[in-house]
């Protein structure tokens, strides 16, 4: 056994590289997220507000131990405001903890915690964002982060058409959960680009910095059945009275072509399994089901400068409209990537819509609509 | 003062190294337990449940300044299941955090936050064990970590007996602890190895993974005096009402030769040095008092796999049966050991045991037999 | 474009740097602080505490991305008592997080969270004071950390004379906060060094550990006005029932010579801005203003060792004494510098003296006159 010990650091565009063959590598990455913003009315009260935080910061470490089919990758966040506190005081830091077994180039699996394959927006990393945060849609019914067996496969099946098969079975209560009752959460998703795979891992990363030179689309499905949650949202949200089943229904586009691109998904989430009682009755109707809708269009102007504008919406299943908010986002925004995406500027407008139609103390409409608008400056290695 | 930088970087089997002579050394590992497991019943409610947890993500570092006589050792650990957040919600990330001077190979001393030289399975790293999760035992009367004075000798008494001697003062009230008032916590710990040092630091790792060729032993003992501590267990647990003399008295010993191995230990703790009322009388009953027993027995079966057995027990002392559970665990182990203790496999299954005679409504007893089952894998470096 | 990775990593005196030529450096550096202190009495219950506790642990990176122009500045707290756990439950983790931009060595500006442009004791760094903590004048009165907009000058108007010039415009809330309502924080401050620039930065690191040759004066002046902030100390304190005005004046020197070193400051805060009601009386009583002194000398006895004296003060403003503490403290202190601040040992020795005239159950005044004396470990690269 010759181990090569004579160039153990690397430097690369992506991080800092250690590596000792048939020891390990481990790549060392960080980024944070600087936002100044304003909005016209606060969340909950009626008054102007100043949202001036740090994000995101995050710390990651990947590689591999013994050999490269043993691989890991763990993700650290350490804001306050990337930790999951809007839903508790417990400080979540770890956001991904992997280890994977590469049986093949097309085949993997993986145990841990991580993103679930879910919607498209969700996967992407939010370092390669084009807007400061996900959507409306993706924040009521992203599947999000969970913990449990992972698989990703890949299948060619003609000269360019690429098939993506993926699948998780999971705890359901989401990341950082102690012992939970109740059932499992099962996840299956299939991806379809007849044009075969994007440059640089395109489609899952927005705007289309790559310019690729043909047309490339990517059609993705998910569907999870989240057995006997005790969760609002499944892998996130307040603690529910009673155990719901809920089953999510993704769809989602990502079309890149000569600098424009097209991100787009729709979500239908369904929740039953429980009965109605005098107790439970408020909280089980404000879980949020029903349809939402994302679509963001975006142009690179040279190399640098790229605008985009999005447009989603959140509908409330036929019969919750008095206890769900009904809402509507529309913006835009313009980047200057001084490096990609590891080292950008972003400006963000957008207008929110939110209504209800009911009289619930606990779901005050403070505003219907508002205007927030943002900068954001994002710098990793 | 000539220094060398040609080699300020290396990456061994140990994590990876910063060094610059008479500047300073630094070691940089991490490493993560995975786990996915099953209760038959949960700890305070009757029902299944699953546990799929990071249950431990530790980042590390360790080296010297200057010279290696001024050593040091910190320890972070970021996953919520491992940050005491069962006592309370102040996330507590710091586990180790030590200086240390090395007067000679055979005396240092250290001042900072460590374990205490207490009972040998809990002073074994969390990632040395060869079961999931530490005795039934040493959760309910270890003396865990605390921060304070601490000093470690080495006497060789004749040509192979070895003697090491250890003590510490510390504040008594476990780490990550504020200004508190009382006394001191006082703990001394010899240990005899007739046949001499095991390979490897043997003695605090567990399994016989270096097949050691001659047999060998070591037997500790350890003695703890806490003074006025205001924590049911002294460096752990919920706050009393009022404070407690604890002492703990703690015998155990490592034996390993040929692939097999046996760690057993002993405990025995008092409370007292209070005046019971109406008001404090449930909370200071309830203080974990009696004696512990564990016993691990296990067998390397090649180079890469082992099995395990393990019988722990703790019995509440007499008149406190009420207050107490009497506890037992019967499991059984299996390990995978890819490279040694730091990428393995791991599967469990135990019966656990708990029984009470009393009637308290703060002590439901929901379970009195269940089964726990689970896998667990490490990867660090 | 030639690139360098020859050297990608060095190992200094001052942390580990990793480094591609237009690509990014990262210097990474740790420090911690172990403390083991005594409190005749503490601060809320008369009796006498122990405080031993990791006072500070710390990572840092800092470095730029693509060009040295773009620069970044990260810090993180990992100890339980360094994360402002007081006002509150939830931890932060987060101290620095800086992007900057240089547009000259004479001109740079900066965004993300960081210590505003206040009193010089503040912003020396805590890995260079020359007693364990700062003054009972800086935690009544120091504008802290704010997130926001940041500029930074200098000006040499003679061939010694230097001024520098900085200047923030910040959230007005502190590090770490959320989406907020109400005004900004403005922030300006001059300098002015009449007889040069301190060797290594000295103006901002306490103790004259590099024996400036010729006397060197630096005379600091700060204004900031908080626009309706909702915290008692603007960045700092509990939150307020009704927003409020604060000014803070501040007037600050340093000045070191062979050896010898002396820092002062003085604070005088008003609150206004609000309108008293039967419910916000007491809250608004008790937002701390008046005025804060606090004096420093030292002399360096030898390279290695140096006693230090203090002596500070905090008066409320009149009309508020029965609302307020009147502070004093006079303290001792000796340093024993084994690699000046990265490793240093630290002896503390104070009387605390605190006084209010007034008869509120929440200003329980349980001790006028105490004793508190520590010993601290800093050990870092």
Request: glycine share 10%; proline share 3%.
């Given at each position: 056994?010759?181990?090569?010990?004579?160039?153990?650091?690397?430097?690369?565009?992506?991080?800092?590289?250690?590596?000792?063959?048939?020891?390990?590598?481990?790549?060392?990455?960080?980024?944070?997220?600087?936002?100044?913003?304003?909005?016209?009315?606060?969340?909950?009260?009626?008054?102007?507000?100043?949202?001036?935080?740090?994000?995101?910061?995050?710390?990651?470490?990947?590689?591999?131990?013994?050999?490269?089919?043993?691989?890991?990758?763990?993700?650290?966040?350490?804001?306050?405001?990337?930790?999951?506190?809007?839903?508790?005081?417990?400080?979540?830091?770890?956001?991904?903890?992997?280890?994977?077994?590469?049986?093949?180039?097309?085949?993997?699996?993986?145990?841990?915690?991580?993103?679930?394959?879910?919607?498209?927006?969700?996967?992407?990393?939010?370092?390669?964002?084009?807007?400061?945060?996900?959507?409306?849609?993706?924040?009521?019914?992203?599947?999000?982060?969970?913990?449990?067996?992972?698989?990703?496969?890949?299948?060619?099946?003609?000269?360019?058409?690429?098939?993506?098969?993926?699948?998780?079975?999971?705890?359901?209560?989401?990341?950082?959960?102690?012992?939970?009752?109740?059932?499992?959460?099962?996840?299956?998703?299939?991806?379809?680009?007849?044009?075969?795979?994007?440059?640089?891992?395109?489609?899952?990363?927005?705007g289309d910095l790559e310019f690729e030179e043909k047309p490339k689309l990517s059609i993705g499905t998910s569907y999870n059945f989240n057995d006997g949650t005790n969760r609002a949202g499944g892998q996130l949200g307040s603690i529910l009275p009673n155990a719901v089943d809920l089953q999510t229904f993704i769809a989602d586009l990502m079309f890149k072509y000569n600098g424009w691109g097209i991100m787009s998904e729709y979500f239908d989430r369904k929740a039953g399994g429980f009965e109605y009682t005098a107790d439970n009755a408020l909280a089980m109707n404000r879980i949020p089901r029903g349809t939402g809708l994302n679509i963001q269009l975006s142009r690179m102007l040279g190399r640098k400068h790229e605008v985009v504008a999005r447009y989603s919406m959140v509908t409330p299943e036929k019969g919750f409209e008095s206890y769900q908010y009904k809402l509507q986002n529309k913006a835009l925004g313009y980047n200057y990537y001084l490096n990609k995406h590891r080292v950008k500027f972003q400006y963000y407008i957008g207008l929110d819509n939110r209504q209800h139609p009911g009289e619930i103390a606990e779901l005050r409409h403070t505003f219907t609509n508002r205007l927030n608008t943002m900068i954001q400056i994002e710098l990793g290695i």
């Open positions: 056994q010759v181990e090569s010990d004579e160039r153990p650091l690397s430097v690369s565009q992506e991080g800092i590289g250690f590596k000792k063959d048939s020891v390990f590598l481990l790549n060392l990455r960080f980024r944070m997220q600087n936002r100044f913003g304003y909005f016209s009315t606060m969340d909950n009260i009626d008054k102007p507000g100043i949202e001036a935080v740090v994000r995101r910061l995050r710390l990651r470490f990947d590689g591999y131990v013994l050999n490269s089919k043993i691989g890991y990758y763990i993700q650290l966040s350490f804001s306050r405001s990337d930790q999951d506190l809007v839903s508790g005081n417990v400080s979540q830091i770890v956001r991904d903890a992997m280890v994977y077994y590469n049986v093949s180039k097309k085949l993997y699996f993986g145990f841990g915690q991580s993103k679930l394959p879910g919607n498209r927006e969700r996967v992407i990393s939010s370092g390669n964002l084009q807007l400061p945060d996900r959507s409306i849609a993706n924040s009521t019914f992203t599947i999000d982060r969970d913990f449990g067996f992972f698989a990703y496969s890949t299948i060619n099946s003609g000269p360019k058409h690429t098939v993506f098969l993926k699948g998780a079975v999971t705890s359901g209560e989401g990341r950082g959960q102690l012992v939970s009752p109740g059932g499992l959460s099962y996840t299956i998703r299939a991806e379809y680009l007849p044009f075969g795979v994007f440059k640089n891992v395109g489609d899952y990363s927005q």
